[in-house]
Every structure is written in C-alpha cells, then in structure tokens.
C-alpha cells in the first residue's frame, strides 16, 4: 500500500483532486450509440511533483445495474512553471499528451500530442474539462476522431468515494 506523503509544492494547484472519485456519466458520438457508464477514479501521490491517476468504467443500464467493463485510461499529472501535462493511455492502443491551465478549481487540458497503434481509432483531438463543483468532480471531455469535428463525447460528476 502507497504511504501518504506530503504533497509536492508543485501539485497545490491540483491536490484537491487526490483521493478516490466515484459516481456515473453519459456518453455519445455521432459514430456509437449513446450510453451511461459507472465511474471510479484515484488520484495518488508519492511525494514526488506528479499525481499517478487511474479510471476504470462499467456500462450500466437504465436502473444503474453494471453490463459489462467499458474504457480504462491510467497515466500522470504534472504540473510545471508552464502550466498541467498529462499523459494518458489506453488498453486501445491510444497514448494522449496533454497541456492546460489551473484556475482555482477549474482544469482545462487540450491534446498536444496523440499517439495510435496500428489497430486502434484514429482520434485526432481531445479537450478536456474538469472542476470542483459543490465538493464533487465533474468533467466534461470533447473529441475528434473517426473524421468527426470536435465535440462532446463524456461527460460525469464524481463523488469522493
């Protein structure tokens, strides 16, 4: 088990988000059909300037009820003199490299960079929005890909589990 250490002064920003989040969201696409989802997420730090972050989802039905595993994305948050990076990834074969800013409570992040195997999806753009709202976490994340234009695809509001 990860010992608790005290947050690196770079992190202050962004030391709200440690700790585990859990709750649902709905998602869609032109291209899919849309869909709402069960959420667990964790923010973990060992002392050094990066949060190690995990998300994992389930399907759900109409009442709530789990159908299956869905998306999976793990990587770090880093922030710097020059703002967040993030670097996500993906069981799919997708790497994402992300800049943004920290306002108060409010992170936005766009993709810098987005890296694809062979046989995963073309996705071309991501934004991702995320805040503080009345103590839970609440995002919204935008994409382009399969020739689309950049739009809303996910978006949850998560309660520290």
């Known amino acids: 088990m990860e010992r608790m250490t005290d947050l690196h002064p770079n992190l202050e ?32 730090h060992d002392g050094r300037p990066f949060l190690a972050y995990e998300s994992k989802t389930w399907l759900v039905d109409d009442d709530t009820n789990r159908i299956r595993p869905s998306g999976r994305e793990s990587g770090f948050w880093r922030a710097t003199d020059q ?4 670097v996500l990834s993906h069981p799919t074969g997708i790497v994402e490299v992300y800049v943004g800013e920290v306002a108060f409570s409010k992170i936005e992040l766009a ?3 987005i890296a694809r195997t062979q046989t995963a999806k073309e996705v071309t753009a991501l934004k991702r929005l995320y805040g503080r709202v009345e103590g839970d976490l609440a995002y919204a994340i935008d ?3 399969v020739g689309q234009p950049l739009q809303s695809h996910l978006s949850a509001r998560l309660q520290p589990a």
């Not at 920003?13 to 899919?32: C, D, E």
């Not at 059909?33 to 069960?38: A, H, I, N, P, V």
């Not at 703002?83 to 993030?86: K, P, R």
């Open 111 to 113: 993709t810098d960079v």
């Open 143 to 145: 994409m382009a890909a």
């Open 83 to 86: 703002g967040l990076e993030v």
């Open 13 to 44: 920003s962004i030391g709200w988000l440690v700790g585990s989040w859990w709750g649902f969201g709905v998602g869609g696409y032109p291209t899919i059909d849309g869909f709402r989802f069960e959420q667990e997420v964790t923010f973990s």
